[in-house]
Structures are given as structure tokens and as C-alpha cells.
């Protein structure tokens, strides 16, 4: 037998099967019980930082008019 085709009989089987397997262990890891909180803080990453429209904060520096002023310039160009 060739090298070629000893390679190809290994990566037919078992390295097939190595990536199957990893495969199925990624897929374990991420939906396991005890990482729950983390897939929902990752499902919040793109709503950290806003702020509900319209609502003053208790803080608020009046900025928001300015920013929102400036978005609206940006868009109208």
C-alpha cells in the first residue's frame, strides 16, 4: 500500500472520529446546565450599553439631546 492511501484510510476513520467526537464534547461544554448565565450575558453583549428611548436618567446630564441632534445630522447627510 501506498502512503497515500494509508493516510487516507486513517483520516477516514479515525480522524473522523476525533472530530466528531470534539464536535460533540464544543456542543456538551456550551449547552451544559452550570454555563447558563454565561450564554445569557453573551445573548445581552449587544444591549449593554443602551438606554431605554425616552426616559430621563437619574444622572442625566442632558446630553442626550446633543447626541441625539448629532445622530440626526449624520443621517441626513
Given at each position: 500500500?501506498?502512503?497515500?492511501s ?7 476513520s479515525?480522524?473522523?472520529?476525533a472530530?466528531?467526537?470534539f464536535?460533540?464534547?464544543?456542543a456538551?461544554?456550551?449547552f451544559w ?23 430621563a ?16 445630522d449624520?443621517?441626513?447627510?
Amino acid at each position: 500500500m501506498d502512503t497515500y492511501s494509508i493516510l487516507r484510510q486513517f483520516a477516514d476513520s479515525w480522524v473522523l472520529l476525533a472530530m466528531f467526537s470534539f464536535f460533540i464534547g464544543v456542543a456538551v461544554y456550551a449547552f451544559w446546565p452550570s454555563m447558563s448565565e454565561d450564554r445569557k450575558q453573551a445573548s445581552m453583549i449587544p444591549f449593554r450599553n443602551d438606554k431605554p428611548a425616552g426616559s430621563a436618567c437619574a444622572d442625566c446630564t442632558g446630553d442626550c439631546s446633543k447626541l441625539s441632534q448629532r445622530l440626526e445630522d449624520l443621517t441626513d447627510a
